[in-house]
């Protein structure tokens, strides 16, 4: 069984630009939630999936979105990148048990 | 709506002394409460949660923690700190309603001196 997985590892971009980030859940997992960690803060939610479908949203402005495949892995999409949002991007993937979250290594985003 | 106080931002202790993060929690429901570390340039590993059972809970790597509810607390304690303790540690919370979403502290970061 293959944990949470995400991917680039890190990446660099340019103020203005476009990014997708990826997340592959846990084997079974049908739920991914993503979370946006600044340096020396504690994560922030962004969003979660459920079966395909938005399932809540945290205090992000629509340039952040995110689709859920049929496989239950899941992107994260970022327009029009601010230097503040450079962080480490976490995604999270459980079985519809809020107990039971199980987090990917993350990807470091830095916006020049 | 919950949030999470995590108190001091930097501990430092010394190798073999008892390790004390403090956490003290906002939920207008009964809430799920969790404790996770996270090592340098990696993501977070849950140490253990709290789920309305028993009160002391047990975690891996020695950690246990207790919900007091009249102090609104999840404090995590080691009886004795080892140098591979050294991490950030953060508290979460969650309401365990439909978005599942987690609400964390600003974190604390754990110091070990040899």
């Given at each position: 069984e293959t944990g949470v997985t995400q991917s680039p590892t890190h990446l660099i971009k340019t103020r203005g630009q476009q990014v997708t980030l990826r997340c592959s859940s846990q084997s079974g997992h049908n739920t991914v939630s993503w979370y946006q960690q600044a340096l020396g803060q504690g994560p922030q939610f962004i969003f979660q999936y459920y079966r395909e479908e938005e399932n809540g949203r945290g205090n992000?402005?629509?340039?952040f979105s995110g689709l859920q495949f049929p496989n239950y892995s899941s992107e994260l999409n970022v327009n029009a990148?601010?230097?503040?949002?450079?962080a480490l991007y976490l995604c999270a993937s459980s079985?519809?048990?809020?107990?039971e979250q199980y987090f990917g290594p993350g990807t470091r985003l830095t916006v020049t | 709506a919950q949030s999470v106080t995590q108190l001091g931002s930097h501990v430092s202790v010394s190798e073999g002394a008892l390790v004390l993060l403090r956490c003290n929690y906002s939920s207008s429901v009964p809430p799920y409460l969790f404790w996770y570390v996270q090592y340098p340039n990696q993501g977070l590993q849950l140490l253990l949660k709290y789920t309305?059972?028993?009160t002391l809970v047990k975690g891996i790597n020695g950690f246990e923690a207790e919900f007091k509810k009249s102090e609104t607390s999840f404090h995590l304690t080691k009886p004795s700190a080892h140098m591979s303790d050294a991490a950030e540690y953060f508290c979460a919370v969650s309401d365990?309603?439909?978005?599942q979403k987690l609400v964390f502290g600003q974190g604390t970061r754990l110091t070990i001196n040899p």
């Open positions: 992000f402005p629509p340039r990148l601010e230097l503040d949002d450079s079985f519809g048990d809020p107990r | 309305s059972a028993a365990g309603r439909a978005d």
